[in-house]
């Protein structure tokens, strides 16, 4: 059984920032790894994904520049950290895990992760 926790979510202010946390933790030794989000009345949008051999990494066009995706020695344990953020970002974030084929894949959507976190709530005041 694979366990998927993040954690790290609260209020901040517009410009201020955050800094979101993930752990996946069973069979498996490391696996690639993703951030969602969904803010109400929306549907589930990818944030960020990190290969399994950290060789790549994709951000969806609103976050580039202001979020960045990190991932510990350790490999299964990774990292959002959330700069300048705006009203926008107000969110419940998800984050995801699978073991994948393959060291370079990056997974970008919701069908291709396996295990999910319960998510941790964001919300950016104006």
């Known amino acids: 059984q694979v366990e998927v926790v993040e954690s790290g979510g609260g209020l901040a202010q517009a410009g201020g920032s955050l800094r979101l946390s993930c752990a996946a933790s069973g069979y498996f030794s490391s696996y690639a790894m993703g951030w969602f989000r969904q803010a109400p009345g929306k549907e589930r949008e990818f944030v960020a994904a990190k290969s399994w051999d950290d060789g790549k990494i994709e951000y969806a066009d609103s976050v580039k520049g202001r979020f960045t995706f990190s991932r510990d020695s350790a490999r299964n344990t990774v990292h959002l950290q959330m700069n300048s953020l705006k009203p926008e970002d107000t969110a419940v974030y998800y984050c995801?895990?699978?073991?994948?084929?393959?060291?370079?894949?990056?997974?970008?959507?919701?069908?291709?992760?396996?295990?999910w976190g319960q998510g941790t709530q964001v919300t950016v005041s104006s």
């Open positions: 995801a895990a699978v073991v994948p084929d393959h060291s370079d894949y990056v997974p970008t959507r919701n069908s291709e992760y396996d295990y």
